[in-house]
């Protein structure tokens, strides 16, 4: 591994090891893992890296946190609820995640890229992960992306949201396909958009040819 990765590999370790012993067992399932192989923690970097995780994770699971990570029924099996009124323009700190920049070789496709973002000053693939990361995307979100400082990111009410209801955020116009024509949000499904707009055209089409054929 090198030096430019390092900083990565770790939160990925730190991210595993946080929702397995955090959030799995909470939920009572697996939730998304990275799958690095545990390192030793040599450098004083390593150490702050895994440390701030921790905290991020604790402080989405305190008792005065206004988010709960709970199981989902959609594909992803977890999402975030407001556990309390949440008002317009506030940030929830709770739901912060970390970013690292990454080379190329260390994306593995279909293993550790569920949640890579592009810097869009400097146009480099960054890991991103943390509590924040269990934020589904919608197309019509309540929430969105808000910078915390250099190394971390949260997100930020854009209109009031209610008690138990859920936290959603925009991912990108390309996340689930080119103009997200594969995204399953409540949104698309309701709108009859990206993924149920093909699924109505072929239901269209097949109610049809049934009705001439019978």
């Not at 090198?2 to 959030?23: F, G, Q, S």
């Not at 279909?110 to 197309?139: A, E, M, R, W, Y």
């Not at 925009?170 to 996340?175: H, V």
Request: with cysteine; aromatic share 12%.
């Amino acid at each position: 591994m090198n030096d430019y990765d390092r900083r990565a590999y770790i939160l990925c370790m730190a991210d595993d090891h946080c929702t397995a012993t955090m959030i799995d067992t909470k939920l009572g399932m697996i939730t998304h893992k990275t799958f690095v192989e545990p390192i030793e923690l040599v450098y004083a970097s390593d150490k702050s890296i895994y440390k701030a995780v921790k905290k991020l994770y604790a402080d989405a699971l305190s008792p005065t946190s206004c988010i709960e990570i709970v199981k989902d029924n959609r594909p992803g099996g977890a999402k975030v609820i407001a556990t309390k009124f949440i008002p317009k323009r506030f940030k929830i700190i709770g739901l912060t995640g970390r970013h690292y920049p990454i080379s190329k070789h260390f994306i593995k496709r279909g293993v550790n890229d569920f949640s890579i973002l592009t810097s869009q000053l400097t146009k480099k693939d960054k890991i991103f992960l943390g509590p924040c990361s269990f934020v589904n995307h919608d197309c019509k979100p309540n929430t969105v992306w808000i910078s915390r400082n250099k190394l971390e990111t949260c997100v930020e009410t854009v209109r009031d949201i209610k008690k138990d209801e859920d936290i959603t955020v925009y991912y990108s116009p390309y996340y689930f396909g080119v103009d997200n024509e594969e995204c399953k949000c409540r949104t698309c499904e309701k709108t009859h958009f990206g993924y149920f707009k093909q699924k109505g055209f072929y239901s269209a089409c097949i109610t049809y040819v049934e009705y001439i054929f019978n």
